[in-house]
Nanobody, 118 residues
Framework: VQLQASGGGLVQAGGSLRLSCAASGRNYAMAWFRQAPGKEREFVATLGWNDGRTYYPDSVKGRFTVSRDNAKNSVYLQMNSLKPEDTALYYC???????????????WGQGTLVTVSS
């Protein structure tokens, strides 16, 4: 499975961005992670393939929304009310189970940079 993430950029605090991830395969659980400089990779959101279950950490719950378009094999991350602490390289990932552990996802995109200015 090949993943291509896009949509990152520079935005002011309080603004919004929408990230996209195009996948070459289907029938996978999809997830978003992020990694800020000097920090570990952090779980952001995950979405099941068939049942639409979603999970978010408290740090983004209510601000971020993950969705997918199965016909386009694409996953999206709508990010609202962005904060400077959301600044990071954002990765999409694919796997067979829903999980907040990056080790559960064998397939990763290249990352797209999100910078939130204060």
């Amino acid at each position: 499975v090949q993943l291509q993430a896009s949509g990152g950029g520079l935005v002011q605090a309080g603004g919004s961005l929408r990230l996209s991830c195009a996948a070459s395969g289907r029938n996978y659980a999809m997830a978003w992670f992020r990694q800020a400089p000097g920090k570990e990779r952090e779980f952001v959101a995950t979405l099941g393939w068939n049942d639409g279950r979603t999970y978010y950490p408290d740090s983004v719950k209510g601000r971020f929304t993950v969705s997918r378009d199965n016909a386009k094999n694409s996953v999206y991350l709508q990010m609202n009310s962005l904060k400077p602490e959301d600044t990071a390289l954002y990765y999409c990932a694919a796997g067979t189970i829903l999980s907040d552990d990056p080790r559960s996802y064998p397939y990763w995109g290249q990352g797209t940079l999100v910078t939130v200015s204060s």
